[in-house]
């Protein structure tokens, strides 16, 4: 028996904002700077889906703390500048959190004044506000470990087993398949389908098939 879907849980970056193209960009092009040149396609499979902690302890290893310290200050600021000038709702997600009759709740590996900035940026805050919106910064280990998908869940007052979670990187899906939820891996993004495709996971690429897909979960 599958048991009921109770709670949806969003990932922010790539699902609900299109922010995803811009952090890679920035990756990028101070990776250039500080000494470790990566690709798009690099910096997507290191970074992309990871919480902050992890993506910096990455970058130490690698350049060293002052330069990792340099390198996660001048993110910040590039990477606010440029959501201020072009970041956009991903593509369809407002028409289903308009039509969403689920619970729900975010749970990202960003840091809470950065999804607040984003979400706030974009309009859709108001569909979560606050106690909806939770971050690795709130556990132990971020994704692809399933502690922060098991702590919102917590927090929600759902059962793991009757939560779904939307998420497009590679290691997202990981941690909600380690947190026992089933998961829908939205391919329409930066991640190539491949990377989401496996156990109790749907892979989709238009978010407008969203609300079709939690039906028939």
Request: proline share 6%; hydrophobic share 45%; net charge negative.
């Amino acid at each position: 028996m599958i048991t009921p879907i109770e709670l949806v849980i969003f990932d922010c970056d790539g699902v609900l904002v299109d922010s995803e193209r811009i952090a890679v960009r920035v990756y990028v092009a101070l990776g250039a700077e500080l000494g470790w040149p990566l690709t798009e396609a690099e910096v997507i499979e290191k970074f992309i889906g990871r919480s902050i902690v992890s993506n910096f302890e990455q970058i130490t290893s690698r350049v060293g703390p002052n330069r990792a310290a340099l390198w996660q200050e001048r993110f910040r600021q590039l990477h606010r500048a440029a959501v201020d000038a072009e970041l956009t709702p991903v593509d369809g997600i407002l028409e289903v959190l308009d039509t969403l009759t689920l619970p729900s709740c975010v749970a990202s590996g960003g840091r809470p004044d950065t999804m607040r900035h984003t979400l706030g940026h974009t309009g859709i805050y108001p569909y979560f506000g606050e106690g909806r919106i939770f971050s690795a910064s709130e556990v132990a280990h971020g994704k692809p470990a399933p502690d922060l998908f098991l702590h919102a869940a917590k927090q929600m007052g759902v059962n793991p087993s009757a939560c779904i979670v939307v998420e497009d990187s590679q290691y997202g899906i990981q941690a909600a398949r380690a947190a026992g939820m089933r998961a829908l891996g939205y391919a329409g993004g930066l991640t190539p389908a491949q990377w989401l495709e496996g156990p109790n996971t749907t892979v989709f690429d238009d978010m407008r098939e969203l609300p079709r897909l939690l039906a028939d979960a």
